[in-house]
């Protein structure tokens, strides 16, 4: 492996400068799970046109000139251009391949070999810090341009069905009857569009919803979480716990998907992943079997994603904690149980916090093998909820329902 410091826009000026090849190409440009932008690239004489229609936006082209430290960013719709350095944050803004200028000098360059991309061979190359890799590029010698780039920001732009020869000079050059002007003018022009706005809120309503869940696990707690309209489910511990060890169960129409993710687990694992046609679950148990925990939950699809959870844990006197509520919750209900005996007796308080800041608090007392429920719509619990046990054992559960009344089952 041979490692090199070199600033990244002197290298692709270099690379592209020796290129003799004009051609044309796809680029696919991912930039999430969800996030897949087609465009297409134009390279002539060492300059380069990138064009990307957006399915949220405008389209946007910009006509990059990596020697001379140069781009023009275009934008048909209002037949407008603006000017800048290549290697300026408005460039890395619209061309991938201008991303990598911000690596610098005080990225080590390291030769990994070569590779195929789309039928042209490639040196491949990482640019990073020590072990802390920030790009990987994959150049092809013949076209001097890269094949592939693999970034931290973006994390994929490969090059496709490459068509070699001439390529007419105008389509570098800014088309006629465009107006030369500033990011900020062209940037308020964008915003106060109703058609484009119009076109952002139809592309994001198209879009898979995500969700993310985080609750506390201690020892002895169970954790229920329903799930509907999921197409994938990832859970796992969010933080470190060496010490805990947990189950973790998923169930579909009642029947348990899996076999592993019903052992017990010590600390944190690699999450357990579910996707796909009928392997999705619509209900994931978790029990902490010792030590204590924060368990996280990631799902994608259409929502609501979660329908409500489940927490059920031990109490004795002492326990007590305070929570905030999700905005989307439409009931928290409470759930108080003492453990049977002649003498025990749990005593307590709950409590919620209303949308206008003020407290409510309920006293309770509940005797040996009895149950008390105490619920609170959204209301009431905009602002928080908590509970504190003051004497006895037994079990407390706690219910946070996102579904509306009538759509409300046990779980």
Not at 107 to 129: F, L, P
Not at 160 to 183: F, Q
Not at 321 to 333: A, D, F, H, Q, Y
Request: aromatic share 8%; hydrophobic share 40%; charged share 30%.
């Amino acid at each position: 492996m041979k490692v090199i410091r070199l600033g990244f826009v002197l290298f692709l000026a270099a690379t592209v400068a020796a290129g003799t090849v004009d051609f044309t190409a796809d680029v696919v440009k991912t930039e999430g799970e969800d996030h897949v932008v087609k465009g297409t690239l134009h390279m002539k004489g060492g300059v380069y046109r990138l064009e990307f229609p957006d399915p949220a936006g405008p389209t946007i082209i910009s006509i990059s000139d990596p020697a001379k430290d140069v781009v023009r960013v275009l934008v048909p719709r209002y037949k407008m251009y603006m000017e800048d350095k290549y290697s300026s944050r408005l460039s890395r803004s619209n061309d991938p391949f201008a991303i990598l200028s911000v690596l610098g000098e005080h990225h080590e360059k390291t030769d990994a070999g070569t590779e195929t991309i789309s039928g042209y061979e490639c040196a491949k190359a990482s640019y990073g810090r020590g072990e802390q890799v920030a790009a990987t590029v994959w150049t092809s010698a013949k076209l001097g341009f890269p094949m592939k780039i693999s970034l931290q920001t973006v994390r994929e732009v490969v090059l496709s069905n490459v068509k070699e020869g001439n390529v007419e000079a105008a389509t570098m050059e800014v088309p006629e009857g465009y107006t030369l002007s500033d990011r900020k003018t062209i940037q308020d022009k964008l915003m106060a569009d109703p058609e484009l706005k119009a076109k952002r809120e139809a592309w994001r309503a198209s879009q898979p919803r995500r969700g993310a869940l985080t609750k506390p696990l201690t020892a002895g707690a169970e954790l229920r979480i329903l799930v509907g309209g999921a197409t994938r489910v990832k859970a796992g511990l969010a933080y470190k716990a060496p010490e805990c060890k947990w189950t973790l169960e998923a169930f579909r129409s009642g029947k348990l998907l899996g076999e592993k993710a019903a052992a017990p687990m010590v600390g944190r694992v690699d999450p357990v992943v579910w996707e796909g046609e009928g392997k999705v679950p619509d209900l994931v148990v978790v029990k902490c079997l010792e030590g204590r925990a924060f368990f996280s939950l990631d799902t994608k699809g259409k929502e609501p994603l979660v329908f409500a959870t489940k927490t059920k844990v031990p109490v004795k006197a002492g326990a007590n904690r305070n929570w905030s509520v999700s905005p989307k919750v439409t009931l928290v209900r409470i759930r108080v149980t003492a453990d049977g005996g002649e003498k025990n007796e749990v005593a307590g308080k709950v409590g919620w916090v209303g949308a206008d800041g003020s407290p409510e608090n309920v006293d309770f007392t509940v005797a040996a093998g009895e149950t008390k429920t105490f619920e609170a719509g959204a209301k009431a619990v905009a602002g928080g909820a908590s509970y504190d046990i003051s004497r006895g054992t037994g079990t407390l559960e706690v219910v946070e329902d996102y579904r509306d009344e009538k759509d409300r089952k046990p779980f």
